[in-house]
C-alpha cells in the first residue's frame, strides 16, 4: 500500500536546505500541502518553487520557530488547516568556552520554537481529534558531545518533552515521536563537526522516509518513542534500569553504605525496563526499606572534611537533606535558596551541630554570587549540588508559555550558569564533582507536565556533555532522579514516607541513577539491533514500515548499550564496523586510529605545493602571494594527512613487509574553501581491509578539520595493496562508496578537452619538500630496491598534475579520485584526456613518451556553480 497524505497539510520547519527540505520535498511528492519555514526567505521560497513545478503545493513562510503562532497561521490561511508538524529548526554554537548568549539562543531556538509550534498548532490537533509530531533530537542529546553542552541540553530537552506531548495527546489522536538523525549530507548545522561523509546513506533522504511512514494515519504507532537514524540504519532506544539495591534509608543510609554496595547499584545483570513510575513502586520500595536491617558502612568512612560544597534549593526538603548530610562529613557547605528564611534555618541547624555553612539567598541563575560567596567564605570549591527547582504544572492545553520560560528558568539555565560558574575553579584545580537533578518525569514524561519533563530531560542532555568536557580535569558529572522530600514533592506523598526520601551519589562520571528512599539504581540506553536498508537505492516510506517489527525489536539477541555519539555510531550502519570483517580485521579497525596530529601552513607551503605541481613563475594565482586570486591548487587537500596516514601500522598483516606495498587509489573530498595559511587536525583509522587471496587491500580514511573553526576540510581515502599479505580471511569485494569507489569508465568518443604538459627533471626533488620524503623519489638506490631504474615522481604528484588541469578547463570541483596505473619518471610528459559528463569530469592521464597510462578509473565532481572557494586570505 502507498502512503498517501492527499488532504493533509504538513508545516516543517527549517525546510530551506538539508533534513526539513526533503521532509517537504517527500511530503510534496506524496500529496501533501506543505508549509515551508525557514529565517532564509530565499531558500524557503526555492523549496517551494521546486515543489510547485513538480506539481506540488507548498507556501513559504519565514517566522521564527519561536514565532509558532505565525508559522502555524501560514497552514489554515493557505490550506485551511494542519495536521502534520515537524519541528526540524536549528542551529549550533559550538564551543567550549560557551556565553550566555550562545546557551541561551541554542534553547530558544530548538527547545522553545518546538514548544511555540506544537502549542500553536495542538488545539486543531485536539478538535480534529488527529495530530503527528515529530521532534529532533541528535545522539549529541542522547549521550552528550563535546564543546556541545547547550545543544545537548536542548535536544535531549526535546526528547522529555514528547513523551509528555504523546501522553496528554494519547485520547485525541494525536502521536508525538523523537527522531535522533545522524544526517551528515545537505545539513549547514552538522557537515563540519559530524563524521565525515563516507556513505551517500548520510544525508536526508534516508532520513524522511522514516518521518514519512510514523506520519500517515495509518503509519506504526510510534508515539512517546525514540528513534536514531543515519546511514540506511533504523533503530529504537529506551531507558533499561538496574535492579538496583534498596536499603535502609535511616542514619545508616550515608555515602559509605552507598560506596560499599556500588557494584550492585550499577550491575545490569537483572535489568527493568520501565515507562514511568508508578504509585505501587514507590510503595513496594517504602514497606522494603522500612523493613530492611541497617546498612553496612565501606572502609574507610566516606567523609568531604575540608571540602566546599554548593548546594542550590537548599532551604528545604531534598537540598537541606543534602545539606545536612554534607556538614555532617565535614564538609563546609554553601546553602543556596531563593527563601532567605528557609537559607538561613538550614544554617542555623548544620552550625548548632558543629558545622560549617553559609547562606546565600539569591536565585540559582546568579551562579556567579552562589560562587564568589563559596570562595569568600571558604577559599574554594570542590562540589556543585544542583538541586534548585520549581513546579508549574498544567495541561499543556492550558501550559502559558511564561510557564514554560519559568521552569526552564530555574531548572535549566539554573544548572547551566551554576555550572558555568564553578567550571574554571575545576579545571584550574584539576579536582571537581557536579551533580545535577533530573527526574522520572524528564526520562518518562507525566500528564500535565511537558515543561517539568522538557527541562528535566535537557539537564541529563547537558550533565552528560559535562561529563565529557570534565574527564580530562578530573571533573565527574553524574545526574540523579530522585523522588524525594521537597517543596515539590511533599503535597503527594504521606508525610512518613517523605521524611525518607532522601538520595545519594558515588564518583562516577556521565551516569544517570533513579533514587527513591532507600533505593538506588542506574540507567542507561538500550537500542535495539534495528535494520539496515542499502544504500545504493532510494529508501521508501514504505520499506520502513515493512521492517517495523525488526527495528523495534529489543528481545532478538541483537540489543546494544550505546554511551557515546561515537559508539552508536560505530555500532549502527557505518563504514568501520563490518560483519564480513575476519576477526583480525575487526580488530585493527578497533585499536588503530592515527591522531589526531596537527599540521601547520602557510602561504609559502601553498607555493611550494603548487610548484610542485607544476605551476610556474606566470600563473600568480598558484605562485605569488599577493595576487588576488591567490590560493592553493585543490589537491593540496593531499598534504595535511600525510603523517597521520603513514602512521597507522600495517604489521598487523601477515607477512607484512614495507617494501611490497603499493599505492592503489587515492581519493580526496575538498569539504570547505581551503585557507591559504592555517592548523589543522587530521585523525586516519582504516575503511576497509580486503583479502585478495596472495595481496591485501587496505582502504584508510582521514578527517582534515580546521584547528580553529571545527570546520571539516578535507576527506582523503587512500587505498593501498600490500602484496605477499593475503589468507586472513574475511571480505574479498569491496562496498560501493560512491565517488570514492566509481570505475570512470571513459566515454567512447574523443576527449572534450586534453592538455599535455612536461615535468621537470627536478620535479620529483621538489614535490618531496611538501611532506612526502620517500627515499624512492629521490635516492636511485632506493629506486633500483624497488626495481624502477631511476627514482619515480610520487602518484600524488602525477594526480596535482591532473587536478591542475581539470581546475583549468572545467573549473572548480569538489571532489577527485583515481587509481594509480603506471609510473612516471620526472622529466616525461603528461597528457590528461578529460570528458564531461554532467557535473562529472572523467580522466585519464598519460605518459606520453612511452603511451602509458598512469591514472585511470579517475573523475572529479565540479562545483555546480563552477566558481572555485574563495580561500581565507
Known sequence: MTLSFKGHTVVVTGAGGGLGKAYAHLFASRGANVVVNDLNKEAAEKVVSSITQAGGKAVANISSATDGAAVVKSAIDAFGGITILINNAGILRQVSNMSDQEWDLIQSVHLKGAFACTKAAWPYFRNQKFGRIINTASAAGLYGNMGQANYSAAKMGLVGFTKTLAREGAKYGIHAVVIAPASVAASAMTETVMPPQLLAGFKPEFIAPFV???????????????????????????????????MKPDDTFTPSAVKERWNEITSFDQVEYPE???????????????????????????????????????????????????ARLGANVIVNDVSAKGADSVVDEIKKAGGKAIAVACSVEDGD?????????????????????????????????????????????????????????????????IVTTTSSVGMFGNFGQANYSAAKAAIIGLTRTLAIEGSRYNILANVIAPIAGTAMTSTIWPEEMVRMFKASNEDNTGKVFQVLGGWASQARWQRTGGHSFPVNKPLQPEDVVSKWNIITDFDDGRATYPTSAQEALGQSNDLYSDPEDSELVAKAKKEHISGPDEFSWTDRDVILYNLGVGATEKELQWTFEGDENFGPIPTFGVIPPFITTSSLPMDWLPNFNLGRLLHGEQYLAIKNPIPNAATVITTSRFLEVLDKG??????????????????VLFENQQTVFI????????????????????????????????????????????????G????????????????????????????????????????????????????????????????????????????????????????ATLHSDNNAPKPKL
Open 212 to 246: 514519512v511512514a510514523v506520519t500517515h494515519p495509518d503509519g506504526p504507532n510510534a508515539s512517546g518513542r525514540v528513534f536514531e537514524l543515519g546511514a540506511g540504519f533504523v533503530a529504537e532506544i529506551r531507558w533499561q534500569r538496574s535492579k538496583g539495591v534498596v
Open 276 to 326: 514511568n513510575m508508578e504509585n505501587q513502586s514507590i510503595t513496594t520500595i517504602y514497606e522494603q526499606a522500612k523493613g530492611a536491617p541497617p546498612n553496612k558502612q565501606a572502609e574507610p568512612n566516606v567523609r568531604f572534611d575540608g571540602k566546599t560544597i554548593i548546594i542550590t534549593g537548599a532551604g528545604a526538603g531534598l537540598g537541606r537533606a543534602y545539606a545536612l548530610m554534607f
Open 369 to 433: 554570587t552562589i560562587v564568589k560567596t563559596a570562595l569568600d567564605a571558604f577559599g574554594a570549591v570542590h562540589i556543585l549540588i544542583a538541586n534548585a527547582g520549581i513546579l508549574r504544572d498544567k495541561s499543556f492545553t492550558a501550559m502559558s508559555e511564561k510557564e514554560w520560560d519559568d521552569v526552564m528558568t530555574v531548572h535549566l539555565r539554573g544548572t547551566y550558569k551554576c555550572a558555568k560558574a564553578v567550571w574554571p575553579i575545576f579545571q584550574k584545580q584539576k579536582y571537581g564533582r
Open 694 to 711: 596472495k595481496a591485501a587491500s587496505v582502504r584508510c580514511i582521514s578527517e582534515t578539520k580546521d584547528k580553529s573553526t571545527g570546520k
Open 723 to 770: 602484496r605477499g599479505s593475503g589468507g586472513f580471511g574475511g571480505k574479498r569485494t569491496g562496498r560501493d562508496l560512491g565517488a570514492a569507489t566509481a570505475t570512470n569508465e571513459p566515454p567512447k568518443r574523443q576527449p572534450d578537452a586534453v592538455i599535455e604538459e612536461k615535468t621537470l627533471p627536478s620535479q620529483a626533488a621538489l614535490y618531496r619538500l611538501s
Open 772 to 859: 612526502d620524503r620517500n627515499p624512492l623519489h629521490i635516492s636511485p638506490e632506493f629506486a633500483a630496491i624497488g626495481g624502477f631504474d631511476t627514482p619515480i615522481l610520487h602518484g600524488l604528484c602525477t594526480l596535482g598534475y591532473a587536478g591542475k588541469h581539470i581546475l583549468k578547463r572545467f573549473g572548480s570541483y569538489e571532489d577527485i579520485k583515481t587509481r594509480f596505473a603506471g609510473v612516471v619518471y620526472p622529466g616525461e610528459t603528461l597528457v590528461t584526456e578529460m570528458w564531461k559528463e554532467g557535473n562529472k569530469v572523467i580522466f585519464v592521464t598519460k605518459v606520453k613518451e612511452r603511451n602509458t597510462t598512469v591514472l585511470a578509473a579517475a573523475a
